[in-house]
Nanobody
Framework: QVQLVESGGGLVQAGGSLRLSCVAS????????MGWFRQAPGKEREFVAG????????LIADSVKGRFTISRDNAKNTVYLQMNSLNVEDTAVYYC????????????????WGQGTQVTVSS
């Protein structure tokens, strides 16, 4: 059982930046692909970014491409989401998730989830 804890959310003005972190309790973190998803009020959860277990490959959703990057530090059991040039449409609860090895873009394919961290972008 993998436990995931996100942090780094908060209130930021449009155009600003935030870096989210997600720490995993599991020692085999390096065997899991990690994903970031977000869910705004009244909307479905959507894929934001994913990274392969080795970190060798990443996938970024078109809606945030060029503004968000995902990275991981397997020695620290941590995955990051760097968010730049934030706009009000990025306001949502952000979740990290884990699955075995390969990146997936749908929430149903992930086995473990964090509790989420709120990101609010003001205009």
């Amino acid at each position: 059982q993998v436990q995931l804890v996100e942090s780094g959310g908060g209130l930021v003005q449009a155009g600003g930046s935030l870096r989210l972190s997600c720490v995993a309790s599991e020692g085999s973190f390096s065997t899991y692909a990690m994903g970031w998803f977000r869910q705004a009020p009244g909307k479905e959860r959507e894929f934001v970014a994913g990274i392969r277990a080795s970190g060798a490959r990443t996938l970024i959703a078109d809606s945030v491409k060029g503004r968000f990057t995902i990275s991981r530090d397997n020695a620290k059991n941590t995955v990051y989401l760097q968010m730049n040039s934030l706009n009000v449409e990025d306001t949502a609860v952000y979740y990290c998730a884990a699955r075995s090895r390969l990146i997936a873009t749908t929430s149903a394919e992930y086995d473990y989830w964090g509790q989420g961290t709120q990101v609010t972008v003001s205009s």
